[in-house]
């Protein structure tokens, strides 16, 4: 009987270190996801959520036109394609973008940079004279601050990083100098 209500006591210890145990887990876990939140930045989750919803794709063009989809709206819409372009130069989009093209299969990284060079360029070509004058005025004064920050952003990367996405950077140079001053 002894030995019998000692077995219970040593369950009933283990079982209260267990529960204990795991409620440090789940207190630690909430805190954790709390300060990675905090820490990153929400256009950076809906970049990777688009991206994780595209990313089996085989068509890089497709691939791109969905994630751009997903984390825009529809293409169709000239204020939401305007919004994508504008955020090539938003300091967070840029970050997440990286963090893509790093995480990226390897297969399929040159393709993705080389769609959304494709995408720039398209975007330029499909400028009515009304949407650059807009475009243009959006990049003016305020506009010249995030064009500087972006620059720096994207001259801290490494050089290797910086030669695969000069296609990207190319086409959006040419936009910017295509806009009317």
Known sequence: MALDMKAKSGRSKFWRVAVICMAIFVVLGAVVVHRVRRV????????????IAARNIPDADERFEK??????????????????????????????????VKHSPENQRQANINATAKWVEKYRESLTPQQRADLSARLQSPGQTMLQQATAQY????????????????QLLQTIASLPK
Do not use: W
């Open 155 to 170: 001259n801290s990367q490494d050089v290797q990083y910086r030669g695969q996405t000069a296609p990207v950077i190319s």
């Open 40 to 51: 990153l930045p929400p256009e950076l989750m809906q970049d990777i959520r688009a991206g």
């Open 67 to 100: 994630y751009l989809e997903l984390r825009y709206g529809p293409q169709s819409d000239p204020a939401n394609r305007q919004k994508v372009f504008l955020d090539f130069f938003n300091l967070d989009h840029i970050r997440a973008l990286q963090l893509m």
